[in-house]
């Protein structure tokens, strides 16, 4: 009895021995530090970074909320030329051309503030029939003759007896003018000398001749010349003439007067006229002489 009671013993002793040893192991196992490997970095940042995030771990989310916040701000701004952010709604606004600036049309956003500048018009004449409707600019490809003759008939003064239409420029001793009676197609270009009461006048046709007339006081004379003819110093004879005898004056005399006129006249009216107002001169009407 006492053996088996013995034999009882041992094995009990055994038995807990093994449990202790079993119970020891255990805390070994989960008291063994981690694997550090993943928070070890080449620089500190990286680690302070990861370090942060198990620390604390609603701050990723905190950065997350700040910078959707940003990209919000962000895209209130205005958008440059290369953003694609913006689903842009364009205004515009048009400068037409002029005769000398060119025209074009700016478009800026409405959202964003972007613009940009498109439909580029080169500056340019509006020609009508026979000038510019803006700036009066004569057409070079407008017949010269008759483009006068609309120009006179539009903007033309009536003279006093209301019979012409006058463009008049004025010296103080004498006055040359363009002219054209109202209902005829031709014009007539005049010289006239009040002080002197001396006048010289021609009839000019839209074909090669005119019709020269001098006056002086009450003597008169005319002749009919080609345009191409007709230059500066030239002879005159007469075809017409007439001298009262209150004046009796010599009609070879009157005829060098006239003479000497023609090229007074012609050189005030292309310089002071034709030319400024039109572009014109005396050789556009078939006076090849006057260039």
Same mark, same amino acid.
């Given at each position: 009895?006492?053996?088996? @009671?013995?034999?009882?013993?041992?094995? &009990?002793?055994? &038995?807990?021995? $093994?449990?202790?040893?079993?119970?020891?192991?255990?805390?070994? @196992?989960?008291?063994?530090?981690?694997?550090?490997?993943? /928070?070890?970095?080449? #620089?500190?940042?990286?680690?302070?970074?990861?370090?942060?995030?198990?620390?604390?771990?609603?701050? =990723?989310?905190?950065?997350?909320?700040?910078?959707?916040? =940003?990209?919000?701000?962000? =895209?209130?701004?205005?958008?440059?030329?290369?953003?694609?952010?913006?689903?842009? @709604?364009?205004?515009? !606004?048009?400068?037409?051309?002029?005769?000398? #600036?060119?025209?074009?049309?700016?478009?800026?956003?409405?959202?964003?503030?972007?613009?940009?500048?498109?439909?580029?018009?080169?500056?340019?004449?509006?020609?009508?029939?026979?000038?510019?409707?803006?700036?009066?600019?004569?057409?070079?490809? $407008?017949?010269?003759?008759? $483009?006068?003759?609309?120009?006179?008939?539009?903007?033309?003064?009536? %003279?006093?007896?209301?019979?012409?239409?006058?463009?008049?420029?004025?010296?103080?001793? /004498?006055?040359?003018?363009?002219?054209?009676?109202?209902?005829? !197609? /031709? *014009?007539?270009?005049?010289?006239?000398?009040?002080?002197?009461?001396?006048?010289?006048?021609?009839?000019?046709?839209?074909?090669?001749?005119?019709?020269?007339?001098? =006056?002086?006081?009450?003597?008169?004379?005319?002749?009919? @010349?080609?345009?191409?003819?007709?230059?500066?110093?030239?002879?005159?004879? &007469?075809?017409?003439? *007439?001298?009262?005898?209150?004046?009796?004056?010599?009609?070879?005399?009157?005829?060098?007067?006239?003479?000497?006129?023609?090229?007074?006249?012609?050189?005030?009216?292309? %310089?002071?006229?034709?030319?400024?107002?039109?572009?014109?001169?005396?050789?556009?009407?078939?006076?090849?002489?006057?260039?």
């Amino acid at each position: 009895m006492k053996k088996i @009671i013995s034999a009882l013993l041992i094995s &009990f002793l055994i &038995f807990s021995a $093994a449990g202790c040893g079993s119970v020891n192991d255990t805390p070994s @196992i989960v008291s063994s530090p981690p694997d550090t490997s993943i /928070y070890v970095s080449s #620089t500190d940042s990286k680690e302070s970074v990861l370090n942060e995030s198990i620390e604390n771990p609603s701050s =990723s989310e905190e950065t997350q909320t700040e910078t959707d916040s =940003s990209s919000s701000a962000e =895209s209130s701004e205005p958008q440059s030329q290369t953003s694609s952010v913006c689903n842009h @709604i364009f205004s515009k !606004k048009v400068t037409a051309a002029t005769c000398t #600036t060119d025209g074009f049309t700016e478009y800026t956003c409405t959202k964003c503030g972007y613009s940009y500048v498109g439909d580029r018009k080169p500056a340019a004449h509006d020609y009508g029939k026979y000038f510019c409707l803006n700036c009066g600019k004569l057409d070079p490809q $407008a017949d010269k003759y008759w $483009a006068l003759i609309a120009w006179i008939d539009n903007n033309g003064q009536l %003279s006093g007896n209301g019979h012409f239409s006058i463009f008049p420029y004025e010296f103080a001793e /004498y006055s040359v003018s363009v002219l054209k009676n109202t209902y005829d !197609k /031709y *014009f007539y270009i005049d010289y006239y000398d009040q002080k002197n009461d001396i006048e010289c006048w021609f009839y000019i046709s839209e074909d090669n001749t005119c019709s020269v007339h001098y =006056s002086n006081g009450k003597t008169y004379g005319k002749f009919d @010349i080609g345009k191409s003819t007709l230059y500066k110093g030239m002879e005159v004879k &007469f075809d017409d003439f *007439f001298t009262p005898e209150t004046e009796n004056k010599n009609e070879n005399v009157i005829a060098e007067e006239c003479s000497k006129c023609i090229d007074n006249l012609m050189l005030h009216i292309e %310089s002071d006229i034709l030319y400024p107002k039109f572009g014109l001169k005396m050789s556009d009407f078939g006076f090849i002489n006057y260039k």
